[in-house]
C-alpha cells in the first residue's frame, strides 16, 4: 500500500492530478469482476461531480473474489475512460447549472489489483462516512451566508435598510447564520476530539446527523426571509440571487433526511434506556 501511496502522491505533486470521489450509483451501479490476473469493472457511476477535470477517480463497487467480498474501493485512471462513456445529459439540475456531475459507464476498465484501495468495506468505516456529513453541512452554510450577504446588498441598493420590518427580517437571517456557524464550530471541535476515539463514536455520528440537519432548517428559514426581503424584483436579473437560490435548493437535497432525523433520536432514546450519559 505504501508505494501505491507514493505513486497517486506524485501524481498530484508532479502532474497536478486532481482525484475526485464518486460513491452515488443507480441500479446498473458497479461490479468488479475477476479476470486473468486483473479485475473488470461492469455498471456506472452517478452524480460524477468533475467529470472532465478530474484525472484519477476513486469509485466504490461490490466485490466477491477469494478474501475480497463486499464494498471495495479502486482507483481508475480517467483518461482510460472513452468521451462516449460520459452522459452529459444526466444532468440536468434545477441549479448548479455551472458545474457537471455527469453518469460515466465503467464497463469494460481493467484494473490492476494495486488500483484496488484497502479492504472492502472500508469506506462506509464510522464514524467517518457518517461524521463526513460536516463537510458538505459547512457547504451548505456558506450558500446561505451568499443569500444574507446578497440581501443586505440589495436592500441598500434600494435605501430599504430603514424599514423596520425589512429590519426584522434582517435580525432573523442574521441570528440563523450565527447559530449555524456555533453548530458548526462544535461539530468541528467534536470531529477532532472524537474521530478516533471509539467510545465516542456514537456521539460522534449522533452530533454530525443533528449538525447536518439543523443546518438544512437555517438555510432554509434563512432563504424564506431573503425571499420576503427581495421579493420578484430580486430574483431576477441583474441580481444574483436567483441563481444562488436554485444552487442551494438543489444541493441542500442530501441523502434520507429523515432517516438521519430518526437516528438522533434513536441515540438518545438509548442513551435514556441504558442509563448512560451523552457526551453531547
Known amino acids: 500500500m505504501h508505494n501505491r501511496k507514493k ?3 506524485q501524481g498530484v505533486q508532479d502532474q497536478g492530478h486532481l482525484f475526485g470521489v464518486w460513491n452515488t450509483q443507480a441500479q446498473n451501479g458497479i461490479q468488479f469482476y475477476p479476470e486473468a490476473d486483473q479485475f473488470k469493472i461492469s455498471g456506472s457511476k452517478t452524480f460524477c461531480s468533475g467529470v472532465g477535470i478530474v484525472d484519477r477517480a476513486l469509485i466504490t463497487g461490490n466485490i466477491d473474489y477469494t478474501d475480497r467480498k463486499g464494498w471495495q474501493m479502486a482507483i481508475v ?24 456531475s455527469y453518469t460515466v459507464d465503467f464497463s469494460g476498465y481493467l484494473l490492476d489489483e494495486s488500483d484496488l484501495i ?36 440589495y436592500l441598500l441598493s434600494l435605501n430599504r435598510t430603514e424599514d423596520p420590518i425589512q429590519r426584522l427580517r434582517l435580525s432573523n437571517i442574521m441570528m ?18 472524537w474521530a478516533d476515539d ?20 437555517i438555510c432554509l428559514r434563512i432563504m424564506d426571509e431573503s425571499n420576503k426581503c427581495i421579493g420578484a424584483r430580486g ?32 441515540f438518545f432514546i438509548k442513551k435514556q434506556q441504558t442509563g448512560h450519559e451523552s457526551n453531547i
Open 198 to 217: 471509539k467510545t465516542h463514536e456514537q456521539d460522534l455520528i449522533a452530533f454530525a446527523n443533528m449538525t447536518r440537519v439543523t443546518i438544512e432548517d
Open 235 to 266: 430574483l431576477m436579473a441583474p441580481y444574483d440571487m436567483e441563481r444562488i437560490f436554485r444552487d442551494l435548493t438543489f444541493y441542500l437535497r442530501q441523502p434520507a433526511p429523515d432517516a438521519t432525523r430518526l437516528n438522533v433520536a434513536d
Open 118 to 153: 484497502s479492504r472492502p468495506g472500508i469506506y462506509l468505516n464510522q464514524p467517518y462516512f457518517s461524521g463526513g456529513a460536516i463537510r458538505f453541512a459547512a457547504v451548505h452554510l456558506g450558500g446561505a451566508e451568499a443569500i444574507a450577504e446578497n440581501t443586505i446588498e
Open 77 to 100: 485512471d480517467m483518461s482510460g475512460i472513452s468521451e462516449q462513456n460520459i452522459d452529459k445529459n444526466s444532468w440536468k439540475p434545477l441549479g448548479m447549472q455551472a458545474s457537471g
Open 7 to 9: 505513486k497517486w502522491y
Open 176 to 193: 440563523q447564520l450565527v447559530s449555524g456557524r456555533l453548530w458548526l464550530e462544535k461539530a468541528g471541535q467534536h470531529y477532532d476530539e
